[in-house]
């Protein structure tokens, strides 16, 4: 083959490519996932920006992807008609880490190593592109972007430090538009050019992928044949002619290749919540945003009427920010899809206050042009209607959290965002009705395990009027300031405010239920 030009990998990559071939294998054919996943986010890519850029979808080819096995060398190659890649892109994603999906995976192999976990991580995460060499001596990329006139090669080996870029000469590998990928699979690993088995991952793991998926599959059907009867010494006797000559019919299969869908299309969120199983909920969360644990819950709703719009939401297991940190409203939480057509992840509260910027969720609207920019978002009297729906769901979806059975699964959410709940408080007056019942605290009855606000008005006096706290900076010296005295001697009970913002929350909500938030340590206390 034409030798192309020789580029070095970033070092990271290098470090991941080892790892990758040289100790995670546990899982190995995690990556079909991963590469059919990049065919399915190219043809978003490309999808989307054909819709402002028309003249890059000039090249009239199906958004598809298509899988095809040669059993016999082992080699595997995935088409898709997406994006593809320019030469300085081929340089940029397939030869530095700047991913954040992939950069993710290599801090959770950290802190696990620092943990003394296994590293089954790679089936959790992915590490993408280079999962290709979990299973290939050599991967060859042939892709061409609509925005470049040539076909570029880039060519490289497991264990190497180095991999190589070409012009495509082959007049018969040149394809209109896309990228496909060649993997050239190693000894081992061969069984994976197996059509049959291919066909089977493919539908374990595509499951979500909104564009058609083929797979290069061996048909047969059956049909009969007529065939002339070997005529008896008799027979040939009596025969003077051929019309006199004797038929039987006999049944033979045809065999042929040709391509076979192997994926169904339809979106989760367009089927209806009676057919879809908790697990596919998560499995689909967990595809989408690219996390490894299951959502604390989801729901799954069609609002009509207005503004039509359909969306399934999560709250995530835990906050990607850490308990302390703070309140990240640009977290690509939210994607949304104009008539199935992805738009956009980039917002900046504008589906969602800031406070609810946990939540994550796809959000599938018929009302919005599908061209809509950040100005159109923000100014649209349709989005505003959808913001309202979306929050209002979001806290539906928490309250049941709250209501659940199991006490800990309440308690797992507000070790991770109560802290957002109280911001809440502070930020969105409006809704101070729908947060105030989820907002929790320790109290001088209560040490050890937070109680709602309900549960202390359930327990105030018949004459008790308001509701008391005191701020502090933990549950130890709340307990031992001299206010608190009279108070327990008259068996009322206390909150005890021991976060920063805890005071400042409940100064913003004023009441509950008509009853007054006082601080004991006011000197006018009655
Ligand atoms: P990630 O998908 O998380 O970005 P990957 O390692 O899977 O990380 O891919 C790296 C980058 O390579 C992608 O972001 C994309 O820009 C590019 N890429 C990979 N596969 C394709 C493809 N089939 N078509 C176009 N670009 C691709
Ligand atoms: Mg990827």
């Not at 028309?54 to 298509?66: G, Q, T």
Request: glycine residues 4%; aromatic residues 10%; hydrophobic residues 35%.
């Amino acid at each position: 083959p034409p030798v192309g030009e020789k580029y070095e990998y970033q070092a990271e990559v290098s470090r991941l490519m080892d790892l990758i071939v040289n100790s995670l294998y546990s899982n190995k054919e995690v990556f079909l996932r991963e590469l059919i996943s990049n065919a399915s986010d190219a043809l978003d890519k490309l999808r989307f920006l054909g819709v402002t850029e028309p003249e890059l979808l000039k090249d009239a080819v199906d958004l598809d992807i298509r899988i095809q096995t040669d059993k016999d060398n082992g080699i595997v190659t995935i088409t898709d008609s997406g994006i593809g890649m320019t030469r300085q892109e081929l340089i940029d994603c397939l030869g530095t880490i700047a991913q954040s999906g992939t950069a993710k995976f290599l801090k959770a192999l950290k802190d696990s190593k620092d943990a003394g976990a296994d590293n089954n991580l790679i089936g959790q995460f992915g590490v993408g592109f280079y999962s290709s060499f979990l299973v290939s001596d050599r991967v060859v990329v042939s892709t061409k972007s609509p925005k470049s006139d040539t076909q570029y090669v880039w060519e490289g080996e497991a264990n190497a430090s180095s991999y190589t870029i070409r012009e495509e000469t082959d007049p018969e590998k040149l394809i209109p538009r896309g990228t496909r990928l060649t993997l050239y699979l190693k000894h081992d690993d061969k069984g994976f050019a197996n059509p049959e088995r291919i066909q089977k991952l493919v539908k374990n793991y595509s499951q979500f992928v909104s564009f058609p998926i083929y797979t290069w599959q061996e048909k047969g059907y059956t049909k009969e044949v007529e065939v002339d009867e070997e005529p008896t010494e008799a027979q040939k006797d009596e025969q003077d002619d051929k019309t006199n000559k004797k038929k039987k019919t006999k049944t033979v299969v045809e065999r042929y290749w040709d391509w076979e869908l192997t994926n169904e299309t339809q979106p989760l969120w367009l089927r209806n919540p009676k057919e879809v199983s908790t697990e596919e909920y998560n499995e689909f969360y967990k595809k989408t945003f690219n996390e490894y644990l299951e959502p604390l819950a989801s729901s799954h709703f069609t609002t009509e009427g207005e503004v039509e719009f359909r969306s399934v939401l999560y709250v995530p297991a835990v906050s990607p920010t850490g308990k302390d940190d703070i309140v990240n409203p640009k977290t690509k939480n939210i994607r949304l899809y104009v008539k199935r057509v992805f738009i956009s992840d980039d917002f900046d509260g504008e589906l969602f206050p800031r406070y609810l910027s946990f939540v994550k969720g796809v959000v599938d609207s018929n009302d919005l042009p599908l061209n809509v920019s950040r100005e159109i978002l923000q100014e649209s009297r349709i989005v505003r209607i959808m913001r309202k729906r979306l929050v209002r769901k979001a806290f539906d979806m928490i309250l049941g959290i709250s209501m659940s059975e199991n006490r800990e699964d309440y308690e797992k959410f507000w070790e991770n965002f109560g802290k957002y709940l109280k911001l809440g408080c502070i930020e969105d007056r409006e809704n101070h009705k729908r947060i105030a019942p989820l907002l929790r605290f320790f109290s001088s009855q209560s040490e050890e395990e937070m109680i709602s606000l309900d549960e202390y008005v359930e327990n105030m006096k018949p004459d008790q009027k308001d509701i008391y706290y005191i701020a502090s900076d933990s549950v130890t010296s709340a307990k031992n300031t001299p206010f608190l005295e009279k108070l327990i001697e008259k068996d009322l009970e206390v909150l005890f405010l021991v976060d920063p913002i805890d005071e400042v929350a409940v100064q913003n909500l004023k009441s509950y239920k008509e009853k007054n938030f006082v601080d004991i340590s006011k000197e006018d206390l009655d």
